[in-house]
């Protein structure tokens, strides 16, 4: 999809001082477009800063090396955030993603604009460029900077370029076209090393974790003739093994490596008598509404619930419901 750039561009070319935001918990697309949005705009002689709901994940640190990422309320106060010409939500059209920065948006005197790929949307007020056929937000980052004709530096490069591929799973999602593939390799020009990303995006966990994958792994079960499986998380194999909840990040999907499986899920006890519960399906399968009869939700692939009690409890409340839902 062209985007008509023509308004924004008049924006930054009138403004001078802009502050940039993204969402809760913001991942690699998030940050990586902000901090190459913010190097485009000081190429061309702005004043940026970047304001967040919250800290971006340690993992990303190297992304960030300098802290330029604050945090509302923390590293940045309200009063600070609202005090700039133009502030640029990128990555999130949502009010409930935006916690505190939310409440500078609804009270901010600055223009406010809005670069997005995502499908859901509230109305944020402002300028809203969304173009959803966008793999990521970093790469209509790379177009504005383009139509802008700033100059994409090596760090902006690398910002981007791990925005991209994160967001298109290295790649292999169906967003990925051949508009991402082509971008990238113009960022590839420009610096971006996609080995040394790679390596600093997904090859740098403990051991502690890695013992914590064989052993869940080695009690997967497969029910429903091999159409779901399933794993279990007690606080003894974080304890045996040295490791913390976080280490259980991405072990779900590792299930759905399995031929044949519809859909999958991960059951991880919590230190306060709570089991969280994490479902995946594949395309013909929504999970969304198994989450929804625990009180939780997410999307159709993707959902989450946390349920009360033992891990016995949730399991036998959980595995009917995921039974049902592949049959
Ligand atoms: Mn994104």
């Known amino acids: 999809m062209a985007i008509d750039w023509s308004l924004l561009i008049e924006i930054i070319r009138s403004n001078d001082r802009f502050v940039l935001s993204s969402h809760l918990r913001p991942d690699a697309d998030a940050l990586g477009s902000e901090l190459g949005l913010a190097d485009a705009l000081e190429s061309l002689g702005k004043s940026v800063r970047i304001v ?5 994940s340690p993992n990303l640190a190297f992304l960030d090396p300098n802290g330029r990422a604050k945090k509302i309320g923390e590293t940045m106060t309200a009063d600070e955030a609202r005090d700039t010409d133009v502030h640029i939500v990128v990555d999130t059209c949502a009010w409930s993603q935006l916690q505190e920065v939310g409440e500078v948006i609804r009270t901010t005197a600055a223009q406010k604009v809005i670069i997005d790929h995502h499908v859901s949307s509230d109305d944020l007020g402002g300028l809203v460029i969304k173009d959803t056929t966008a793999a990521a937000t970093g790469e209509l980052i790379f177009e504005l900077a383009q139509a802008l004709g700033a100059e994409i530096r090596e760090e902006a490069a690398t910002a981007l370029y791990c925005a991209i591929a994160t967001d298109t799973g290295w790649f292999r999602f169906p967003s990925t076209t051949s508009r991402t593939m082509h971008i990238a390799g113009q960022l590839i020009d420009a610096g971006a090393k996609p080995h040394v990303l790679y390596s600093l995006l997904y090859e740098q966990h403990s051991a502690a974790r890695m013992r914590l994958t064989g052993r869940v792994l080695g009690r997967l079960t497969v029910d429903c003739d091999g159409r779901l499986a399933y794993l279990t998380v007690s606080r003894e194999d974080f304890k045996e093994t040295g490791s913390v909840p976080a280490d ?4 779900v999907n590792a299930v759905l490596q399995i031929g044949g499986t519809k859909a ?3 059951a991880i006890e919590q230190p306060n008598q709570t089991v969280k519960v994490s479902f995946r399906g594949r395309v013909d399968t929504n999970v969304a509404v198994v989450a929804e009869q625990f009180g939780g939700g ?9 349920l009360p009690g033992s891990l016995a409890e949730a399991l036998a409340k959980v595995l009917p419901a995921m039974q049902q839902a592949v049959s």
Not at 52 to 56: M, Q, T, V
Not at 299 to 304: F, L, T, W
């Open 52 to 56: 967040n709901p919250s800290a971006a």
């Open 248 to 251: 259980t990040e991405d072990l």
């Open 264 to 266: 999958a899920f991960i």
């Open 298 to 306: 997410g999307h159709k692939q993707a959902a989450g619930a946390t």
